[in-house]
Every structure is written in structure tokens, then in C-alpha cells.
């Protein structure tokens, strides 16, 4: 195992150990033929003295944040073909770049979806109509639910940025459909719940079968 994963995994054992029904998360950067690519990791304990870790690379969202600081019309360029869903929005919470990601991920098209506010998508965030709340949230992650066209919601992990125009602030959002994850994550708490049931009901069994062997060791004992 390279250095930094053994480091992380020391990190996410002492986390875990305290916090067994915690999700440690974090971020993290390796070199790969010849580049510096990103990921980010969660480690999740199954049963006692097990963990699982999954990684996902995020290099793509890394490069767009990048780009952004370096010029807005080279991060409106990568955004229109980025993976992710992106959404621009006003200080107010309307809509104004929707890229093709989220035209699939959300079902709308972007000349349907402009104008429109950034809650009918992403109802679970509170519309406050105050700026101050957004800045409160840029440079963020976290997650949220997403509301589809056709009305389905479904999981996401929301990157949250800032940048400042000449009609005034505006804030991207980079959305990700975390559908799969939240499965998977489900399966192993299933899976680690399930192992724990197993080992309450091997403990028993043995209980029982000691507690037999020793009535029928005192029975043997009175002939």
C-alpha cells in the first residue's frame, strides 16, 4: 500500500474507533503516470475489526474549480462538458447556466430550466433569499437531495464555489448523483448488522450447548 493510503487508513482507524457509526471521509492527491490526479475516500466500519473503503476520483472537479480561478470563459468551456451536473445561479437563486450533465441527471432542458430557481431542483436547501446564506455554503461540500423533471428525487453531493461578475456575485454549483453510493453503503450496514446477528446467535448456540454439556457432565457425575 502507498505511503498516503497507509497514512489515511491509520487516520480513518483512529476516527472509526471512537466513532464506529461514522462515515470517515477525505480528500487526497496521488501521482498517476506522470500527472497528479485527485480522490476522495470513505471508510466505513462493516463489523468489529473490519473496515471497507471506497475511492472516488474527483480530478475532473478539481480542474474545473482550477479553471475558474484562472479565467471564467475557460470554466464555462470545461463546465459545459463536464461529468457532473454544474449549475450557475444569482445571488437570489435563479438559474442562469445549466450544463448538459444536468439537463440529463435533472430532465430539464437549459432554455426551460433558465430563470428558474436553484430550489425547484434542490428543494432540501433553505430559500432564505439572502446572499449571505449562499456564502455561508461556498467553498463547501456536502450532500442533499436533487428533484428531477418527471418529480423523482434523488441523492447528491453538492461542491458549492463563489465568483463575482459585473451584475454581482454568483455561485456555481457541482451536483453528483450519489444513487449508487448510498446503495452500497446501505448493503454494508445490512451486511455488517446481518454478521452481527450471526455472532449473537453462534454466542447463544454455545451458551446453550455448554450449559447442556455441564448438566448432563453433573447427571454422568450422580451414577
Known amino acids: 500500500m502507498p505511503p498516503y493510503l497507509s497514512k489515511l487508513a491509520e487516520e480513518a482507524i483512529g476516527y472509526l474507533s471512537i466513532k464506529k457509526n461514522q462515515v470517515f471521509w477525505k480528500e487526497y492527491e496521488y501521482n498517476s503516470t506522470d500527472e497528479v490526479r485527485f480522490a476522495e475516500v470513505r471508510f466505513v466500519v462493516i463489523y468489529e475489526g473490519y473496515i471497507v473503503s471506497t475511492h472516488r476520483d ?12 484562472e479565467s471564467e470563459s475557460r470554466f464555462l468551456s470545461m463546465a459545459q462538458n463536464a461529468a457532473d451536473s454544474i449549475v450557475i445561479f444569482n445571488e437570489s437563486g435563479i438559474i442562469q447556466f445549466f450544463n448538459k450533465a444536468a439537463e440529463i441527471s435533472f430532465g430539464y432542458k437549459q432554455e426551460e430550466i433558465l430563470s428558474r430557481e436553484i430550489y425547484g431542483i434542490l428543494p432540501k436547501l433553505v430559500n432564505t433569499g439572502n446572499a449571505n446564506a449562499w456564502e455561508n455554503l461556498a467553498q463547501s461540500q456536502f450532500e442533499s437531495q436533487g428533484l428531477r423533471k418527471n418529480g423523482d428525487s434523488f441523492p447528491c453531493d453538492i461542491s458549492v464555489g463563489e465568483f463575482k461578475t459585473n451584475t454581482g456575485k454568483m455561485f456555481f454549483g457541482i451536483i453528483r448523483d450519489i444513487t449508487i453510493r448510498r446503495q452500497q ?8 448488522n446481518h454478521l452481527e446477528e450471526l455472532v449473537e446467535q453462534q454466542t447463544l448456540d454455545l451458551k446453550i450447548a455448554k450449559e447442556v454439556a455441564e448438566e448432563a457432565s453433573q447427571m454422568k457425575s450422580l451414577f
Not at 58 to 69: N, S, V
Not at 185 to 192: D, G, L, S
Open 58 to 69: 474527483i480530478t475532473e472537479r478539481k480542474r474545473l474549480e482550477a479553471a475558474f480561478l
Open 185 to 192: 453503503e446501505e448493503e454494508i450496514f445490512h451486511y455488517r
